[in-house]
């Protein structure tokens, strides 16, 4: 026991001076042991809501513009990359021409502001919320405009190639216009849409209920949104027309079966079965065990 007590004490103290030797000499293992964890670069609250916004908070580049009071800004190439979401926050009484490429525009929180949208969209979407009296004249693709909780927002297209669809929810005091035709105009906001809609069973809600404007049979209409049962979003006159075209389509199929059905059989290619032959000196398949041509068959010609 004496004996085996000493080794133990002899390999104890052969690794406490194998890992004093990797501190002390600093080799590659001293160092990994010694090196303390490096934290990762810290990330302000405002940049990082503007990623939670964008969509994307590891690769998303953002162009910010905030805080700006009483500017005349022309964003063009040499401030602008193609590959940067255009943010433009907090600012008022402003004007800012945008005639640099970008991916898509983020208009939030201004006032008494226009902007001036020339350059190409990548996406050709523009979102824009919580601003007041703001004025956005397009010279662009800008196939999907989205506007939330806005006071006064005049929204004019040069002509309506450029558009698509705008969607909008919570917004008072709205007039779209089309430079090209006086005739393409929309003037309206959640207080006539409130009254239009004012027979339904529960109120219209100015945070969840959205609209929709686009052209229709050439004609610019606004609708409301509504949700089917599995949630898709669509209007009440597109349900109406899914609708008719399902029973449409469910009548017609109805009456193709129904003539199969009452058509002959020959022509729909059915043959009838033929039973199997026995032979007439075989044992009777029904298990009397007499010849088929005395039992079961004897009535066969």
Request: aromatic share 6%; charged share 30%; hydrophobic share 35%.
């Amino acid at each position: 026991p004496e004996k085996k007590g000493i080794n133990t004490f002899k390999k104890q103290s052969h690794l406490l001076l194998f890992i004093y030797s990797l501190f002390a000499k600093g080799s590659k293992q001293g160092k990994k042991i010694m090196q303390a964890p490096v934290a990762p670069p810290k990330t302000d609250d405002a940049t990082r809501r503007i990623h939670a916004q964008t969509g994307n908070a590891k690769a998303q580049e953002v162009s910010l513009i905030t805080g700006k009071n009483g500017e005349n800004a022309v964003l063009d190439s040499t401030s602008l990359k193609e590959s940067e979401t255009l943010f433009i926050k907090n600012c008022k009484d402003s004007t800012f021409t945008v005639n640099g490429k970008c991916t898509k525009i983020f208009i939030e929180s201004v006032s008494n502001t226009k902007v001036v949208l020339k350059g190409m969209i990548i996406t050709a979407v523009v979102e824009v919320w919580k601003c007041d009296n703001l004025t956005l004249e397009i010279d662009t693709k800008v196939l999907t405009l989205q506007a939330d909780a806005c006071k006064g927002l005049n929204v004019s297209f040069g002509n309506k190639e450029q558009f698509d669809r705008f969607i909008w929810a919570g917004v008072f005091d709205l007039n779209l216009t089309f430079r090209d035709n006086a005739e393409n105009t929309v003037t309206e906001g959640f207080d006539q849409m409130k009254e239009k809609h004012k027979d339904l069973t529960i109120p219209l809600s100015e945070q969840t209920d959205q609209f929709i404007v686009r052209f229709v049979d050439g004609k610019l209409i606004s609708e409301q949104i509504v949700r089917l049962s599995n949630g898709y979003p669509t209007t009440e006159r597109e349900a109406a027309a899914f609708d008719a075209e399902s029973k449409k389509n469910a009548e017609a199929t109805e009456a193709y079966v129904r003539a199969l059905l009452d058509a002959k059989s020959s022509k729909l290619g059915l043959k009838r079965l033929q039973k199997a032959k026995v032979p007439r000196n075989s044992p009777c398949t029904c298990g009397s065990g007499k010849k088929f041509k005395t039992c079961c068959g004897k009535n066969e010609a």
